[in-house]
């Protein structure tokens, strides 16, 4: 039985590889093996930085509606605290929204949730 060359398979399989390390900085785009590796790596950073990313952002929400709130003197907590008492289910992107695009809008709705605690200042 003859012997079975790979070389025109492999050939296309490092292309492969390198093609989609086009863009990269140093030998990781260049050398085969050193490709592949890059590659898995990368793989697995942007699998761990898309939760990273959706963590920051949730953050980013919950400091702007702690400025938001601590401006109208009340604390985050006590509000996140009357929405769930009131039935009221806007999400920290959405609040973080309104309270950067309509400050008047959001005064509305942090009345309406603190309306729901008994003993509230608001």
Request: a positive charge.
């Amino acid at each position: 039985m003859p012997r079975v060359r790979i070389g025109a398979a492999r050939r296309r399989k490092h292309k492969r590889i390198l093609k989609a390390m086009r863009g990269y900085v140093g030998t990781g785009s260049r050398r085969h093996k050193l490709a592949k590796q890059t590659s898995y790596r990368a793989g697995v950073y942007a699998t761990r930085d898309r939760k990273t990313r959706k963590r920051q952002f949730r953050a980013l929400w919950i400091t702007r509606l702690s400025a938001a709130l601590r401006a109208r003197g009340i604390r985050y907590s006590q509000v996140l605290f009357a929405m769930g008492e009131s039935n009221i289910t806007l999400n920290r992107k959405m609040l973080s929204e309104i309270a950067i695009a309509d400050p008047a809008g959001f005064d509305v709705v942090v009345k309406q949730v603190m309306a729901a605690l008994p003993g509230a200042k608001a």
